[in-house]
């Protein structure tokens, strides 16, 4: 049972360059999130999706986009990324926005 | 939504029972609290959640006093392995999207 995979693990980007981040989950869960933590921080909410075909912004949410490909999957997409996205990027997962939350292990990204 | 205040850093040795408070003031009536544990390059993981007076689990024991106000995170027994960041977050139920995350705790065992 692999729980929340995301690719890559690590990326390294210069700046004005588009990449996107892959998220899946195979718990059938229905809420999905994407966060990023920096240095000595806790994790700050950038977009989250409810359900299948829906997307809300977080907290910090200039600069991204993404998109609720079906149930499974929830993909984040930096289209001319900046040195202030660097930072690790987690996906989450839960099955309603009552149950507990399950993370990937990261994808750690430095734009140069 | 409530925020919370936690021990930039706490230090224990291994077999000690470990206590972590959070300081949430101005917790609303039906927010739940709730405490996550990360170890490096992972991500956090779920610990326990509770409402009121004390919740029990296989790892670890919320303890929450009648006014809500705080809360405590017990470890019993830790070894090495419970070395990690522990968050505490409060939001009412239904509510994943609007936990605010801190820079929690971090707790680091001896041998």
């Known amino acids: 049972n692999a729980g929340v995979t995301q690719t890559p693990k690590f990326q390294v980007l210069k700046t004005g360059q588009s990449m996107t981040l892959q998220c899946a989950q195979d718990?059938?869960?229905?809420?999905m999130y994407w966060y990023r933590q920096d240095p000595g921080m806790g994790l700050r909410l950038i977009y989250y999706s409810a359900s299948e075909g829906t997307t809300d912004k977080g907290e910090v949410p200039n600069g991204y986009n993404v998109s609720r490909l079906n149930k499974r999957e929830f993909s984040l997409r930096l289209e001319s990324a900046a040195p202030s996205q660097t930072s690790v990027y987690f996906c989450?997962?839960?099955?309603?926005?009552?149950?507990?939350?399950?993370f990937g292990s990261g994808t750690q990204l430095s734009v140069l | 939504l409530a925020k919370t205040t936690q021990p930039i850093s706490m230090d224990s040795y291994e077999g000690q029972e470990v206590n972590i408070t959070c300081s949430h003031n101005?917790?609303?009536?039906?927010?739940?609290i709730t405490w996550y544990q990360q170890f490096p390059s992972q991500g956090p993981r779920f610990i326990i959640q509770g409402y009121k007076t004390k919740v029990t689990n296989e790892v670890a024991s919320l303890f929450i006093p009648a006014d809500r106000k705080s809360s405590t995170l017990s470890l019993p027994r830790v070894s090495l392995s419970d070395t990690a960041v522990y968050y505490c977050l409060v939001g009412a139920p239904d509510s994943n999207y609007q936990l605010i995350w801190g820079a929690g705790t971090k707790l680091i065992i001896k041998p």
């Open positions: 101005n917790i609303a009536t039906n927010d739940y």
């Open positions: 989450a997962s839960s099955g309603s926005f009552n149950e507990k939350l399950f």
């Open positions: 718990m059938n869960h229905n809420s």
